[in-house]
């Protein structure tokens, strides 16, 4: 079907916004309709897109749902007014030419049904005639003009209710006004401050917000750490939040408030001393303080939520993505430590498959302090079941077991035993589910945990996925967001990455399947039922075996489902079924078979792809087939490393200004960066201090996973702060030539110009200044 005019609208405003032809978006939006998934777009279908990458096409499919929901919104609305008789051609142009869906609201709200209001029963008792002859006759007298309209039946009796009665009818019509809205809302985003205040008595009790108990910021200006964090106070009934007027416009509000100003101007409101000048100035006024302010207030104090919400689901999701795709150990036989003292050590060896051997529970730490015993059982069982791998969750006595297996590993050489601190995020609800349960129904849920730490240093996105992704911890304020967002947003994250991998159809779990293109939760069992009960896949087609899985099913996934063991070595790459035919072309043209083909760089690269493309697959296709034969099955993460913790730096009393160490980036905020030195608690690299040079994007220099060194500039035991440096050139604070500035220092509120200036060349100041607004 050819497309309409709204979808040629939409597709041009999408295209717009991405930076394509809107040919793109109305082939892409084709492919969604159909079901088709954005990992599979983005990488099978490129001739049909012209070749838009998965941001694009995120962004996208995201525009695509809110302007058709405007598109419906907009013909409910022209349908309602049309139906109440109202719709002029003028009204309707407008509504038309609405882009967003606050303005297509601020137009329907004079025709929106409404409760019965006060300006309803003045309209009722024939009061809008009165209201109407003072807005045009200003040299009319308000109380004689009432008298005539006093109707005490419908509850007018004397003078001035008459007269309230009119005004509520032209504060009504003030307030509905549309571009006067759109001004309104215009003028306070440009000159509104957020105040923030405690709120009085809980001083103490709302000590975690001290930082803003006398606090105020231009409200486009504020962070989203810094948003979500007043709002959180504010729920929480600690803090007070006002929106006002910057200091320039106060001034010229010493008169009138600007926006009453707006409102007199809107509507030629002006006091030139006639009898009705004073009442319709005061129908101004109260337009501003009673229907206008408030609802603004409310509107733009959400916008302000919604930004800052999107902005942390993006960062959550950034983060998520890091660590998904950090490097993995590999097929190693591994064993895991879920640490802990007075409940012991949970340990759990599982081979290289990640298959569960043996589990046990060792008590080296106080109160038992069993350390040799535990230290004779780790080196039985790495040698019973051949170990090469030991992992150490990062939770409570981490250290202590860390310095544990470093006695392993030196009391026995010949196990050739290396050991690696990952992070345990999210272990224990994993060990608590419905599907630990059904994976480990014998096994103790306070050893599952050990089980997850094992497998997540073999392949952190074959194990993470099992954990819902806000239960990972790689995000700021994640509590504070919408739910149903966050979860969407992240649901997408894991998505692509998965896709990215790739997944080993014959070794995958459930969860893993789950998230390949065109998988649904059943789908996934059947496929890991059909391979318990008939053995490995040993092909892609025998996938078509599978209950459930029809054409389309296989057309979305078989590209990112390897089979490693194929008699077809492409069933190992993410050369996808469809383009095998190309393939055989391919050799047969060069007279070479596929396994001579495979890996050799040379032949392939000699190859010129257009001389192979036809009407089904095009240059994008063939160049995407003949990098995948170069290296079939490459796997996008990095190569594995770890960070060497120092010995002796376990706590964070240990710690001293001026020390050089190596840690792990566990997240990253817009503000910076945080990083696992070993010390149970995380220190902070300022963004200032990340780089010498300027830093707008923390992720642009660093990604959760990371391993860097840093410099410890400052330590508050107190508050278990750590304020490091990847600079470490950077002279401690309170040095000759180094920053001044405290980690108890409350937040300066500053221009932002000057803000950036003083986070770029004064690193200690500007870390205790994020410190002080950080709430935990």
Known sequence: MPPTTTEQRIAAKIAEEIG???????????????????????????EVTGGLDDIQLRLLDERLVYLRELEERRRAVLASIEEQGQLSPALSAEINAAETKQRLEDLYLPYKPKRRSKAQIAREAGLEALADALFADPTLTPESEAERYINAEAGFADVRSVLDGARQILMERFSEDAALL???????????????????GKENEAAKFRDYFAYSEAILAIPSHRALALLRGRNEGMLQLALVLDSEEQDKASASHPC???????????????????????????TWRVKVSLHLELELMNALRERAEAEAIRVFGANLHDLLLAAPAGRHATMGLDPGLRTGVKVAVVDATGKLLETATLYPHE??????????????????????????????????TDRLAGELIGRHPELRLRKIVVSEAGASVYSASEYASREFPDVDVSLRGAVSIARRLQDPLAELVKIDPKSIGVGQ???????????KTLDAVVEDCVNAVGVDVNTASVPLLTRVSGLSATLAA??????????????????????????????????????NDSDNPLDGSA??????????RILADIKKGIRDCIGDSRLLQALVAEKYTDDRFGLPT???????????????????????????????????????????????????????????????????????????????????????????????????????????????????????????APAPVTARARQRQQNQTEPGSAMASAFARLKR
């Not at 001004?183 to 009085?200: D, K, N, Q």
């Not at 892609?540 to 390897?562: C, I, M, N, S």
């Open 20 to 46: 394509c032809r809107p040919q793109q978006v109305q082939a892409t939006a084709a492919l969604l309709d159909e079901g088709a998934t954005v990992p599979f777009i983005a990488r099978y279908r490129k």
């Open 182 to 200: 759109g001004e309104l809302r215009s003028h306070l985003e440009a000159h509104g401050v957020l105040r923030a205040s405690v709120v009085a």
């Open 260 to 286: 009453e100003a707006r409102i007199a101007r809107r509507f030629a409101i002006v006091d030139r001393g006639r009898p009705a000048d004073r009442w319709l100035a005061d129908s101004v006024r109260w």
């Open 367 to 400: 109160p038992r302090r069993d350390w040799d015993g535990a230290l004779h059982q780790l080196a039985l069982l790495a040698g019973k079941h051949r170990v090469d791998l030991i992992s150490i969750g990062n939770g409570t006595a981490s250290r202590e």
């Open 477 to 487: 304020y994640q509590h504070d967001v919408s739910q149903t967002r966050l979860a």
């Open 526 to 563: 059947n496929i890991v039922a059909h391979r318990d009960r008939h053995g490995a896949f040993a092909n892609r087609q025998a996938l078509r075996e599978v209950p459930r899985l029809g054409d389309k099913t296989f057309e979305l996934a078989a590209g990112f489902l390897r089979i």
């Open 575 to 584: 050369v996808h079924p469809e383009a095998y035919p190309l393939v055989e």
């Open 622 to 744: 063939v160049r995407d087939i003949l990098r995948e034969l170069e290296k079939p099955g490459r796997d996008p993460r990095p190569e594995f490393r770890t960070a060497a913790f120092r010995e002796g730096v376990e706590s964070v009393k240990d710690l001293q200004p001026g020390m050089i160490l190596e840690g792990v980036v566990t997240n990253v905020a817009n503000f910076g960066a945080f990083v696992d030195v070993g010390v149970h608690q995380d220190g902070l690299v300022h963004i200032s201090a990340i780089a010498n040079r300027f830093v707008k994007d923390p992720r642009s220099v660093v990604k959760a996973g990371d391993v860097v060194k840093v410099k410890v500039l400052e330590v508050d035991l107190p508050r278990q702060r750590i304020a490091l440096s990847m600079r470490l050139a950077d002279d401690l604070p309170g040095s000759a030539k180094g920053g001044a500035g405290s980690a108890s």
